[in-house]
């Protein structure tokens, strides 16, 4: 059975930090892409960012280029986001998924998504 349970959101000032995790069990972590989207009201899903597991490679959409960072320990079967300098434009409920297709395309990070758990609220003040 396969689970993946993100948290981390949280309130945050524009400009701080948070850190979302992802946990993943019931599939070999090292087979797999992990990747992150985010839902907020109104709005289409949108691909952020995506690991490719076991070489580490990754891919980000232009909007969080620069201020966001994926990486994974393979140990603890973890998918970690660190998000700098955050903007209110970046609020959304954030979700991690098991991915199959990827590719960046104009600028957007287009992902097919296989498994996906809850997601966690992120949400940045002006």
């Known amino acids: 059975d396969v689970q993946l349970q993100a948290s981390g959101g949280g309130l945050v000032q524009a400009g701080g930090s948070l850190r979302l995790s992802c946990v993943a069990s019931?599939?070999?972590?090292?087979?797999?892409?992990i990747g992150w989207f985010r839902q907020a009201p109104r709005k289409e899903r949108e691909g952020v960012s995506c690991?490719?597991?076991?070489?580490?490679?990754?891919l980000y959409a232009d909007s969080v280029k620069g201020r966001f960072t994926i990486s994974s320990d393979r140990a603890k079967n973890t998918v970690y986001l660190q998000m700098n300098s955050l903007k209110p434009e970046d609020a959304a409920d954030y979700y991690c998924?098991?991915?199959?297709?990827?590719?960046?395309?104009?600028?957007?990070?287009?992902?097919?998504?296989?498994?996906w758990g809850q997601g966690t609220l992120v949400t940045v003040s002006s």
């Open positions: 998924a098991t991915v199959t297709d990827r590719v960046v395309r104009n600028g957007f990070l287009l992902m097919g998504y296989e498994n």
């Open positions: 019931g599939i070999t972590f090292e087979d797999y892409a």
């Open positions: 690991i490719v597991n076991p070489d580490g490679s990754t």
